[in-house]
């Protein structure tokens, strides 16, 4: 028996650092397929696909924390798409596989971060691309 799940998703996820203060949320929307082959001896094929558009971002940063005269600033981040994949093999209890995961997020606002050394100056998130790939191996309990 072959199955085909399909669903539709959206995440909210934050991070804060201390030191170098910065803080970040964004809000994906994501379109999902999983794809379960039946391979016999119960072993099942797992590959799966996700495409994500980023629907808005938040960025804080602690430029103070620099101590070169800039202000803190919050930029908001409005587009950006990614995508995830893996291809995993289950047996019972136990799973093994590969997955990818891409991020590009377009540039941010340009906040204004001080005047320092007599200029104005901003603050802005730069256009950021991220690739992970890695290699797991899951018990279910």
Same mark, same amino acid.
């Given at each position: 028996?072959?199955?085909?799940?399909?669903?539709? &998703?959206?995440?909210?996820? &934050?991070?804060?650092?201390?030191?170098?203060?910065?803080?970040?949320?964004?809000?994906?929307?994501?379109?999902?397929?999983?794809?379960?082959?039946?391979?016999?001896?119960?072993?099942?094929?797992?590959?799966?696909?996700?495409?994500?558009?980023?629907?808005?971002?938040?960025?804080?940063?602690?430029?103070?924390?620099?101590?070169?005269?800039?202000?803190?600033?919050?930029?908001?981040?409005?587009?950006?798409?990614?995508?995830?994949? &893996?291809?995993?093999?289950?047996?019972?209890?136990?799973?093994?596989?590969?997955?990818?995961?891409?991020?590009?997020?377009?540039?941010?606002?340009?906040?204004?971060?001080?005047?320092?050394?007599?200029?104005?100056?901003?603050?802005?998130?730069?256009?950021?691309?991220?690739?992970?790939?890695?290699?797991?191996?899951?018990?279910?309990?």
């Amino acid at each position: 028996m072959t199955e085909f799940p399909i669903g539709f &998703s959206r995440r909210e996820w &934050s991070r804060v650092w201390t030191g170098w203060a910065a803080a970040f949320r964004f809000r994906p929307i994501s379109a999902w397929a999983t794809a379960r082959f039946h391979l016999g001896d119960r072993w099942v094929l797992a590959p799966t696909l996700e495409a994500e558009i980023f629907t808005r971002g938040r960025q804080a940063s602690k430029l103070s924390d620099t101590g070169l005269g800039y202000i803190d600033v919050t930029n908001e981040q409005k587009g950006g798409r990614g995508h995830r994949a &893996s291809l995993v093999l289950e047996k019972d209890h136990w799973a093994i596989g590969a997955w990818t995961h891409y991020w590009h997020i377009d540039d941010s606002d340009v906040q204004f971060a001080g005047v320092v050394g007599g200029i104005p100056r901003g603050g802005r998130e730069p256009e950021n691309y991220t690739r992970e790939y890695g290699l797991e191996l899951r018990y279910r309990f």
